[in-house]
């Protein structure tokens, strides 16, 4: 996304407990705030937040949006998704605000091109480069005791191993 569309910089923002999610499905949130970090250490484009992280839990997108703009006025914030978050769109709390209020940009995924508010106005289907790689893959290729060293940085893996997050790797 930082390369393939006119956004300046992307954050990623690590969230304590997605609300659509079950609670428990992830490690803890400062181990992956750890390692998003490690991922993204020499990249000028990325940066990584903590901002939900010092909000009320469960985490609403829009009230991280809401607070980033407050917080940070000089900056333009948006959105960005997979085509499989948008059809699950109309879930979120106060939707309708974030398509009112912020531009989307939507990765496209195999099987998820029909999302409902794909042509909405404040919607952009991104022309990025599709790949089959996602932290689901990685976690199931980590279980079985797969080689993930060509899709994660040897920084990440090291930091997974030495906590023994998944499992011994090797």
């Known amino acids: 996304m930082a390369n393939y569309t006119d956004l300046d910089k992307v954050w990623l923002v690590v969230s304590p407990q997605n609300p659509l999610k079950k609670y428990g499905d992830l490690i803890n949130t400062y181990d992956r705030l750890e390692m998003a970090k490690l991922a993204t250490d020499n990249s000028k484009n990325l940066a990584v937040s903590d901002v939900e992280l010092k909000l009320p839990?469960?985490?609403?997108?829009?009230?991280t949006l809401v607070h980033l703009n407050e917080k940070y006025?000089?900056?333009?914030?948006a959105l960005i998704m997979g085509s499989d978050n948008l059809v699950s769109l109309p879930k979120w709390k106060n939707f309708k605000l974030i398509l009112r209020d912020y531009r989307i940009y939507v990765y496209p995924r195999p099987g998820y091109?029909?999302?409902?508010?794909?042509?909405?106005?404040?919607v952009t289907i991104t022309m990025t480069?599709?790949?089959?790689?996602?932290?689901?893959?990685?976690?199931k290729s980590l279980a079985e005791k797969k080689d993930v060293r060509y899709f994660v940085p040897d920084?990440?893996?090291?930091?997974?191993?030495?906590?023994?997050?998944?499992?011994?790797?090797?």
């Open 155 to 170: 920084s990440v893996l090291e930091f997974i191993e030495s906590k023994n997050l998944y499992g011994k790797i090797k």
């Open 73 to 77: 006025p000089e900056h333009d914030f």
């Open 113 to 122: 091109e029909n999302a409902e508010y794909a042509s909405h106005k404040s």
């Open 129 to 139: 480069p599709q790949m089959e790689l996602s932290a689901t893959f990685i976690r």
């Open 57 to 63: 839990q469960p985490s609403y997108t829009i009230d």
